[in-house]
């Protein structure tokens, strides 16, 4: 069986391709619908080519029983931020904690694991009094702009969990975080994205003092760049761990490398590039097929803000995208099924292969979901229940409504009852007081 | 009460309503079948709202590890991994707790009220102390005469008094799969009855309650003990027992021949007295009309009279039969004085008297002669406390293996005398002081009539669901969740509900070591065959067998 041809089996048999696969030919052209499989065949095809030359593929050594009794001495960290993504047109109220798991298995029962919520906000992005971001800087409270202050807030949150953890002298043999360990940063370089309290840097980072935390240095890029540079200087080996990839880095960085060296054609390396964008092709679909059962691929170093992006482009921050560190990527298959997941660093990993293993290991305890047990885990911690959520909703709704009533004017309480009806239907079906006409 | 000094154990969850809530509890604070209580306000009749202690039985405990995720088992199983050697975590364990709402009570009134709003969700849940909880316990029992039978199930601190008064007069069922613990609780009771001075019959089949005559004089030395064998006697008034007991017991029988067998009853006058030697002369005379081919008995030919007769000798033969078995059991226990059951007509007082325990030893007689015996006997008991003058004094009748006595209809058993006759007795006990307690492995066997009557009701370990429906149907105070404790029992665990306590409560029974029966043994068949020794007339026997067997084999001639 020629290589082509087994790649393309693989394509078939391989079930979240296959998903991809099959909603690319609904949605695409009866051309591209053709030749999808083609083309996703000879990427792979090639880059396997490309892997294998670069000798970036090591097999994991996992047995079960024997590896968790050599490493039951070692101490985890596991990090996971969780935001109530409430909103009603009158408020955005704003939830959001990270959550710790701490576990050291051969410690005795009452030392063995810790629940910890390492940091939590709660509060309203319209209250002027709020802690979190300087509304007076603030230009942007548009809905949409609320959810990208709620992302910012989680991305800080979480960052500065590692650094609490650092500060705090902590003994981890690991930390892992539920995400990648360095975001992108571009959706909050846009113009007016308003900073951070005073307060609220001060107690996030107390060590950050730059010109007297002036506006700029409280920005978002400023202080995730200074938690990142701290994260950085980490004594333990601090790993960012992403279920599946929506692009390429990997690939790219990949093919990048071998025209740097000459191997691939400028005209080569751009045309692949095209045809990967084209065809949404990401790192996710390629290395599901390339990679097997308990194999990862080497960390390769990554540059993740790029100067001269769209966005970024011509803003003030331009420059800043040069200091944020590079990450070192790798990858990892952890069963036959599931997607390989992206492991993430700020360092080059010292024991690469020995704390893969270690993250393979903890994958195994889930094997269908083929994600790190301790993630999970402490995704369940740090999630805002449904139930709280509802129920800050509903607190949210009757307070308007009183509010309302009080003022005992018919405009506020029937744009009260407005606000709330979810759907202009509602609002038009309301039942009216008095006889009916 | 000093509800400040009572644990913190949990908090109530979410929506609580006026039967029951929920609520989180702490990590190996309380169990199953434990008494609870939250604090809580409620609008008084007054219109006022007071503050009150609402108390409440954890009827069940669910257990949940949201964190320890299915599939994780499923790795650790395969690849033989111990979970402690692991990442995963193992103190997460969450605790929901159902509680059954007992009612409420206010400031140190410990009378338990009907709560009539529901508890305060998030309130805390507290784990009162052993003493305030058996003073709850007896206070809303408020019983004068109040008896120990055990623990709580879940507080052995707690100990646990059933009222005398309802136990007597309002009947009682006792029901639990074999070796369950239904006999332990049966001599618990009759050792505090008996304390009081409390007459009671016991119909003993297997000869459970011998230990009580064994212990007398150590035990009871107030009291008498007296252990008595039946005696079928009989008057002309209970025509009808001996005739279904020839019916049932003697050979089918045409309607002609039945016919002869009603006339030569009517016929055949009887002063009263044994049974055995009634029906003897019942088949001496039949046998005398056949052969004389009387025409006394008008269109019965001889034949069929000859039928009635071989009949009767049959019947008279099995009673013969099962006298002499119950005489060979009672011979091995040589040591224990068996007197011969008085006359129930004439002279009841030496069956039932102030501070006595009679036990009726019925062991080796089939169903339908134990029943007849039982149906003349308290039918005649009850007679006697129906009449002005009251010659015996009020008691309890303990029915052992009940359902021999009060088949339910789907048995077809139903016509069998002690029926009717206990229908009767447990129907009217209340007025005249004849409480009836029914002990019985098969609830679902039981007349339904009988076992309804029985307003009190302590169960033990029952596995079999026709008896768990059975159970929950007759009672009126045993709850679901009670219902679906009941497979789990261990020996001697038991659940008590009805109006001999206030609310249903899981209970140890207290074990009487002292009043097990010492010549019965522990089922010990194994050993019982190890220190087999043959008797003489069997080694006798095998002596001479192949001798025997030898002549056989070589005789070939044909039989004349």
């Known amino acids: 069986m020629s290589d082509e041809v087994n790649i393309k089996n693989k394509i078939k048999a391989n079930s979240s391709l296959f998903i991809n696969f099959v909603k690319n030919a609904i949605t695409a052209s009866p051309t591209v619908q053709n030749n999808f499989l083609d083309v996703t065949a000879q990427v792979a095809l090639t880059i396997q080519k490309i892997i294998d030359d670069a000798n970036l593929i090591v097999n994991l050594d996992y047995k079960g029983n024997d590896f968790w009794l050599k490493n039951r001495c070692k101490t985890s960290c596991f990090i996971d931020g969780g935001v109530d993504r409430t909103s009603i047109i009158s408020s955005a109220p704003l939830s959001i904690r990270t959550g710790s798991y701490i576990v050291k298995p051969d410690a005795e029962d009452k030392n063995r694991e810790f629940f910890e919520e390492s940091m939590v906000f709660l509060g309203d992005l319209y209250d002027p009094k709020n802690e979190l971001y300087d509304l007076s800087d603030d230009d942007f409270d548009e809905d949409q702009m609320l959810n990208k202050k709620k992302d910012g807030a989680r991305i800080i949150f979480e960052a500065v969990t590692i650094v609490k953890h650092i500060l705090l002298n902590r003994k981890f043999d690991y930390c892992f975080l539920h995400g990648p360990i360095e975001a992108t940063v571009m959706p909050f370089t846009v113009m007016g994205f308003p900073t951070f309290t005073k307060f609220a840097v001060e107690n996030m980072l107390p060590f950050y003092t730059k010109n007297k935390l002036n506006a700029e240095a409280r920005h978002f890029i400023n202080v995730y760049l200074e938690a990142l540079k701290y994260i950085k200087q980490s004594k333990f080996p601090v790993y960012g761990i992403v279920e599946t990839s929506n692009s390429a880095p990997y690939i790219k960085n990949l093919l990048y490398t071998y025209k740097s060296k000459g191997i691939i054609s400028d005209k080569d390396f751009k045309n692949t590039l095209s045809t990967i964008k084209k065809y949404k092709i990401t790192d996710s679909h390629l290395l599901e097929i390339i990679l097997k059962n308990g194999q990862a691929l080497k960390p390769l170093e990554v540059k993740k803000q790029i100067k001269g992006f769209s966005v970024t482009s011509g803003s003030a921050w331009e420059d800043k995208m040069e200091s944020f560190p590079s990450v070192y990527i790798g990858y990892i298959k952890t069963n036959d099924h599931s997607s390989p997941i992206r492991i993430e660093s700020l360092t080059s990993p010292v024991n690469f292969k020995k704390d893969f293993e270690y993250i393979l290991a903890t994958a195994r305890l889930l094997p269908n979901y083929g994600f790190p047990v301790g993630l999970n885990i402490v995704d369940k911690f740090a999630k805002i229940p449904n139930w709280m959520s509802k129920a800050s909703r509903r607190y949210y709704a009757t307070h308007l409504l009183k509010q309302a009533i009080k003022s005992k004017d018919q405009n506020t309480i029937s744009l009260a009852v407005k606000i709330l009806s979810r759907k202009v239907r509602s609002w038009r079906n309301r039942p009216l007081g008095g006889m009916a006409r | ?560």
């Open chain 2, 1 to 560: 009460m000093d509800t400040k000094k009572w644990q913190s154990i949990g908090t109530v969850l979410g929506e609580t309503n006026i039967d029951h809530f929920f609520f989180s509890l702490k990590n190996y604070k309380a169990k199953k079948g434990d008494i609870i209580t939250t604090e809580s306000k409620i609008p008084s009749s007054e219109g006022n709202i007071i503050p009150v202690t609402v108390w409440g039985k954890i009827s069940s405990i669910e257990s949940s590890n949201a964190f320890f995720p299915t599939e994780a088992a499923q790795e650790l199983t395969n690849e033989n991994i111990d979970i402690r050697d692991t990442i995963l975590p193992m103190t997460r364990d969450e605790l929901i707790c159902k509680v059954i709402i007992l009612g409420y009570t206010f400031k140190n009134n410990l009378k338990l009220l009907p709560l009539n709003y529901p508890v305060r969700p998030a309130a805390t849940v507290s784990y009162p102390s052993s003493e305030d909880v058996e003073a709850l316990l007896i206070s809303d029992l408020g019983s004068k005469h109040p008896l120990f039978i055990g623990s709580l199930l879940a507080r052995d601190a707690v100990k646990i008094r059933i009222d005398a008064d309802n136990l007597v007069s309002r009947h009682v069922s006792i029901f639990g799969m074999s070796g369950s613990g239904k006999t332990v609780m049966v001599r618990r009771i009759m050792d505090e009855l008996l304390k009081k001075q409390y007459p009671m019959i016991v119909l003993d089949i297997h000869g459970d309650y011998l230990g009580f005559i064994q212990k007398q004089k150590k035990l009871y030395p107030n009291n008498e003990v007296k252990l008595f064998y039946p005696n079928l006697s009989v008057s002309s008034e209970d025509k009808e027992i001996i005739y279904t007991l020839i019916e049932k017991l003697g050979n089918s029988l045409t309607d002609p021949q039945k016919d002869f067998l009603s006339s030569l009853l009517e016929k055949v006058k009887y002063e009263g007295g044994s049974l055995l030697k009634y029906i003897e002369i019942l088949a001496f005379k039949a046998r005398g009309f056949a052969s004389e081919s009387s025409t006394a008995f008008k269109n019965i030919r001889p034949a069929s009279m000859y039928v009635a007769a071989r009949s009767l000798g049959q019947v008279a033969k099995k009673l013969k039969n099962m006298e002499q078995t119950n005489f060979r059991h009672r011979q091995k226990m040589a040591n224990l004085k068996f007197e011969e059951l008085p006359d129930p007509a004439t002279e009841p007082e030496k069956i039932i008297a102030k501070g006595q325990l009679s036990i009726l030893y019925l062991k080796g007689y089939e169903n339908l002669p134990a029943s007849a015996i039982v149906s003349i006997l308290l039918e005649n008991l009850f007679k006697h406390r129906q009449e002005v003058e009251e010659e015996i004094p009020p008691f309890l009748t303990i029915i052992e293996e009940a359902h021999n006595f009060i088949p339910s209809r789907s048995e077809n058993k139903d016509n069998i005398p002690s029926v009717e006759t206990i229908r009767k007795v447990i129907t009217e006990g209340r007025k005249f002081g004849t409480g009836v307690m029914i002990v019985s492995q098969r609830p679902s066997r039981l007349d339904e009539t009988i076992a309804s009557q029985c307003n009190s009701q302590i169960i033990f370990r029952m596995v079999n669901q026709k008896d768990q429906r059975a159970t929950t149907r007759d009672s009126e105070t045993l709850s679901v969740d009670d219902s679906k404790q009941l497979p789990n029992l261990a020996n001697g665990q038991g659940i008590i509900s009805g109006q001999v306590v206030n609310f249903s409560l899981p209970v140890q029974i207290k074990f009487d070591e002292e009043l097990i029966n010492d010549d019965i043994g522990n089922e010990n068949f194994i050993t019982a065959v190890e220190n087999w020794d043959e008797k003489d007339s069997v080694k006798q026997r095998k002596k001479f067998a192949k001798d025997f067997s030898n002549i056989s084999s070589i005789d070939k001639r044909k039989a004349n």
